[in-house]
């Protein structure tokens, strides 16, 4: 191991405790609005179902965006308040496949409602035909193919839920879609002449990635974002990178880019930003998505 990859790694102990710190909160300005109940009363669980699910929707839903903004949901649990509002909703929306961690203990909760689980008819990077529940990578909402998926879920949730007002949300439903199909065009078109192989931060962008037959590389194998970075890991990714020439090393927007940096500075390159859009931020889903997009294609065309 050559004497930068050493400088690089004491850097970058010191950097991941600093940045690994979990957050917890609560969202103070979470309530329905509706109090005589004529309207479903929704709760979605983070960012980008709450958005699908107020395009869909719109006034004929009182939504609730569970996770506070600017709180990581890997690391959120709820607190006392936020189980006594989840009583009161008619539906839950959850991502699925083991991204809300507190839903197994709803029911001792004594919550009577649905949980819609939006990653219903999705197949995950270990199944050929279902879903697997135990499997470790949530980030589906990342492939916009996957998201119309969940939107469609949500749709036909509000619809089964609301068969009074199924033609609107079913409405609203295909024209959101468009939108994403007109995203998914773009990536497809955008990236189809570019190089395949990207480092990120750790393995968010698997789904995408597979979608757009592009290379993931992570720094952290695994996907959790206060995976620990070693000496191997380190060592394995500058040496990737340099073999493929890649010169971007790709952050995420809710973690400090301060060890992407190291690594970056290590190969002679530069950091830009990846987001997994999981913490409430400015933007829409499409305009985030085709900011990572334009990112991409810095790096690769």
């Known amino acids: 191991m050559n004497i930068q990859i050493k400088m690089a790694i004491i850097a970058i102990t010191i950097v991941i405790p600093l940045s690994s710190i979990a957050v917890y909160g609560t969202n103070m300005n979470q309530q329905f609005t509706s109090s005589d109940n004529s309207k479903l009363q929704v709760i979605s669980s983070f960012n980008p179902l709450h958005?699908?699910?107020?395009?869909?929707?719109?006034?004929?839903?009182?939504?609730?965006?569970?996770?506070?903004?600017?709180?990581?949901?890997?690391?959120?649990?709820?607190?006392?308040?936020?189980?006594?509002?989840?009583?009161?909703?008619?539906?839950?929306?959850?991502?699925?496949?083991?991204?809300?961690?507190?839903?197994?203990?709803?029911?001792?909760?004594?919550?009577?409602?649905?949980?819609?689980?939006?990653?219903?008819?999705?197949?995950?990077?270990?199944?050929?035909?279902?879903?697997?529940?135990?499997?470790?990578?949530?980030?589906?909402?990342?492939?916009?193919?996957?998201?119309?998926?969940?939107?469609?879920?949500?749709?036909?949730?509000?619809?089964?839920?609301?068969?009074?007002?199924?033609?609107?949300?079913?409405?609203?439903?295909?024209?959101?879609?468009?939108?994403?199909?007109?995203?998914?065009?773009?990536?497809?078109?955008?990236?189809?002449?570019?190089?395949?192989?990207?480092?990120?931060?750790?393995?968010?962008?698997?789904?995408?990635?597979?979608?757009?037959?592009?290379?993931?590389?992570?720094?952290?194998?695994?996907?959790?974002?206060?995976?620990e970075v070693t000496a191997k890991t380190l060592e394995n990714i500058i040496s990737t990178a340099k073999k493929l020439n890649i010169k971007v090393i790709f952050a995420e927007e809710s973690d400090s880019t301060r060890t992407s940096e190291i690594i970056a500075n290590e190969m002679g390159g530069k950091v830009l930003v990846l987001s997994p859009l999981e913490v409430a931020s400015d933007g829409t889903y499409i305009s985030k998505m085709n900011q990572n997009l334009e990112n991409l294609k810095e790096a690769l065309c």
């Open 51 to 227: 958005e699908f699910s107020q395009n869909i929707g719109q006034e004929k839903i009182d939504v609730v965006l569970l996770v506070p903004v600017g709180v990581e949901p890997h690391d959120w649990e709820p607190t006392v308040k936020d189980v006594q509002i989840m009583q009161k909703a008619d539906l839950i929306i959850i991502n699925g496949i083991g991204f809300e961690n507190w839903v197994d203990n709803l029911e001792e909760t004594g919550y009577s409602g649905k949980i819609i689980d939006t990653s219903y008819g999705i197949l995950t990077k270990n199944s050929n035909d279902e879903i697997s529940k135990d499997y470790g990578d949530p980030h589906i909402w990342l492939n916009p193919v996957y998201a119309k998926i969940q939107v469609q879920n949500i749709a036909n949730a509000f619809s089964n839920s609301d068969p009074v007002n199924e033609k609107y949300y079913q409405s609203n439903t295909a024209a959101y879609i468009k939108q994403l199909d007109l995203l998914d065009s773009k990536i497809r078109n955008d990236l189809s002449n570019c190089s395949n192989d990207f480092v990120a931060f750790h393995d968010t962008f698997s789904y995408f990635a597979k979608e757009y037959n592009l290379n993931q590389h992570t720094i952290i194998l695994s996907n959790d974002s206060h995976g």
